[in-house]
C-alpha cells in the first residue's frame, strides 16, 4: 500500500478574513497504488500537513481538520485541511501548546454590613437589619487552561483552596489570601498526532481583600460572667431582632453606626501549591 503525494491542488486555494478571524484551505493529490488504500492511509501519506502545522504564510493559524475524498475509484485522492487562528497551538504535541489565559467578572449579591467607611449598616434605632440589607459586588475570574498527558492530583485538593503566599500571573500579581480556586475541570481524553492527553481548565476566582468570612457582632445573648444570658428589653421580655455586640459578648447600649464590630473568621484551606499552577509564577 502506497500513496504518492502528485502535490498541491492550487485552484483548490481558499482564504476567509472574517473581522480579523482568518481561515485557510489547502487541497493536496495523491495517487494510490493499491484497492486496499483507506482514508486513513491517504491521510497519513508523507509531506502532507498534520493537525498543529501552522499555515505557511500565517504563523498564527493552524491546522484544525483534515478532509480525505475519494476522486476517482481507488487511484486518485484529495486531502483537504482547513486552517485557523481560533486556536493559538504553539506546536503538534499537546503538552507544548500555549496556555490559554482568560479573565472575566462575575456579579453576586452580598450582605452589606458595612457602608463604605466601615461603619455598620444600622437603622435609625443602631439595630441590625433583620434581614439585611443586599448589595451587588463582583469577584474577578482567572481561567487557565493547559494540556496534560496525565491528570494532575491537585484535582481532588484544590478547590475551595486560598493561596497562602503571593504569585503572579499574566504580569499581575495576586496578593496573600487573595485569590480562591473555584473549579477544576478536566476534559475527556483526546488524541493528537498519537498522543493521548486532556485540558485541564483551572478557574480561580480574585478579591481585592482576603477570603475571610466577615459578619457583623450580634445576637440574642450576652455574656455575664462565666454565663451566657438573654438580652431582654427594658420590660424584660426577650429581644425579638439580634442586638449588636462589643467584640467581647456584651451588648451596646444606644449604638451608632461606627460602634458596629465586625468578626472575622478563616474557614477556607490555604495552599501555596496554588502558585505553581501553570502560568503562575
Not at 433583620?130 to 478547590?159: A, E, Q, S
Not at 504569585?167 to 496578593?175: K, L, M, N, R, S
Request: aromatic share 10%; glycine share 8%; net charge negative.
Amino acid at each position: 500500500m502506497t500513496g504518492t503525494l502528485l502535490g498541491e491542488w492550487a485552484e483548490r486555494r481558499t482564504a476567509v478574513n472574517n473581522r480579523g478571524q482568518r481561515k485557510y484551505s489547502r487541497t493536496f493529490k495523491i495517487e494510490s497504488d493499491a484497492t486496499s488504500d483507506t482514508a486513513f492511509d491517504i491521510g497519513s501519506v508523507a509531506g502532507l500537513p498534520v493537525l498543529g502545522d501552522a499555515f505557511p504564510d500565517d504563523a498564527n493559524a493552524y491546522c484544525k481538520q483534515i478532509s480525505v475524498s475519494c476522486q476517482a475509484g481507488y487511484k486518485y485522492w484529495t486531502v483537504q485541511c482547513d486552517y485557523d487562528d481560533t486556536y493559538d497551538n504553539s506546536g503538534s504535541t499537546p503538552a507544548n501548546d500555549d496556555i490559554q489565559i482568560s479573565w472575566s467578572s462575575e456579579l453576586f449579591q452580598r450582605p452589606a454590613w458595612k457602608d463604605k467607611d466601615g461603619n455598620g449598616v444600622l437603622n435609625s434605632a443602631g439595630d441590625p437589619f433583620n434581614p439585611p440589607v443586599m448589595m451587588d459586588d463582583h469577584r474577578t475570574v482567572c481561567r487557565i487552561m493547559k494540556n496534560v498527558t496525565t491528570v494532575p492530583t491537585y484535582v481532588l485538593t484544590f478547590p475551595n483552596v486560598v493561596n497562602s503566599s503571593a504569585f503572579t500571573i499574566d504580569g499581575v500579581t495576586v496578593a496573600q489570601r487573595y485569590a480562591k480556586i473555584s473549579n477544576v475541570a478536566v476534559s475527556e481524553v483526546k488524541r493528537r498526532n498519537g498522543t493521548t492527553y486532556r485540558s485541564v481548565t483551572v478557574e480561580m476566582q480574585i478579591r481585592n481583600t482576603e477570603w475571610d468570612f466577615e459578619i457583623l457582632d450580634a445576637g440574642f445573648r450576652e455574656v455575664d460572667g462565666t454565663d451566657r444570658i438573654r438580652i431582654t428589653n427594658t420590660d424584660g421580655t426577650d429581644i425579638t431582632d439580634p442586638a449588636l455586640l462589643d467584640g467581647a459578648g456584651n451588648k451596646i447600649d444606644d449604638p451608632e453606626p461606627a460602634d458596629a464590630v465586625f468578626e472575622t473568621f478563616r474557614v477556607y484551606r490555604e495552599d501555596s501549591y496554588i502558585g505553581n499552577i501553570p502560568g503562575c509564577t
